[in-house]
């Protein structure tokens, strides 16, 4: 009896150590998740209560005020078990900084669900708004007004799709404007259509759809041209200004609706000399030593139509001293009087050589099994080369670097 008295107090004594043991290990571990605890909220009550929701708090205060710009960007509590080390290629975040956990106290907002979420910044909504569209509020200097239009191109019923859309700060003759617009597609200059006569308004919304009947190969060496006029009291039409626009650099789809806008141009109502006119823009970028050439069209050119016209392209040379250095040509169009190109070309030239050097621009029609003919010719450059208007638009671009400077020039036969 004595023996298993002793035994059973042995036994006794190893269950109560082991009890006493796990009661211990129990609080020990609740201890440390207290301690966790308070070190995750701290760091949010000293700084977070401010920065998060102070704004917030206004905001429910005082319901008419501005909102806060950032928003919260949180993890939830599900991927907190996750290595966020390497976040991105080359962004990191730290790993000894304690992560913040949302706060019980506060105004309430759609995050306060996620317990135990972690704030690791903020986004700012502005950095992902689309780019303002400054078309109907920054209008230049001199502008006299300015055109919306959409085109399309089917290519099943090889029809040109055109929409008229509205016009902008026209600029009349007399107080009272009541425009209209007339659609050509050139080089066919003897039939157009014609919108709706919009009454005193500086600012018609026309919204017209046009079609123009046209084959998918000829499609690229079209061009449009809107004439914007106003009637007055009279009846007389009085023309305010043209858009010109070729389709060659266009990609025209059924899929593809382009929404364009452009800026009116005056219509030069001089005639055309002799042998034709052509209008270009000349600009020198002295940084980069560069001398670009945008040739924009031709008019009243004496084309040879007692032989099959292949096309009229302008060819652009640079000379210095005298002495050939580059060339480049445009594309080659079908055979009109009125040719539109507006294409763009570069030239290396030194400052130190704009004394020297010279463009001469050949309005050239390829013949079929014939040599190429010569309409015309142009020559702009210094006063060693030029006089005139031709000087005046070499000097007017080297007192205006990194500025297109336009005009017409007259055609003079190659002598």
Known sequence: EQAVAVAGGIIG???LFVLLGITAYLLWKKFCRLFSYEKLINPVKTTNENAIYQDQANSEIQPKSTRSRSVPFIIPPTLHGRDWIHLMNEEQVQEDRDPYMTPHSGPRSSFHSLAGAYVVGTINPDLYKFPE???ETDFPDGNIGRLWFSIEYEQESERLLVSLIKVRKLQP???SCSP???IYLLPDERSYLQSKTKRKTLNPQFDENFVFQVSSKMLLQ?????LVYHVDKQKKHHLLGQVIFPLKNEALTEDNKLVIWRDLEKENLEPPSEHGDIQFS???NDYL???TVVVLRARGLKLQEESPAVGVYVKVSLMNHNK????KKTAALLGTPNPVYNETFSFKVDQTELDTASLSLFVLQSIKGEKTLLLGRVVVGPFMYTRGKELEHWNEMISKPKELVKRWHALCPNT
């Open 133 to 135: 569209d400054k078309s």
């Open 289 to 291: 030593g560069r001398l």
């Open 282 to 284: 000349l600009s020198y």
């Open 13 to 15: 004594g190893i269950l």
């Open 222 to 226: 079209r061009t449009l041209k809107f």
């Open 180 to 182: 209209f617009v007339k």
């Open 173 to 175: 003759p007399a107080d």
């Open 324 to 327: 050939f250095i580059k060339s």
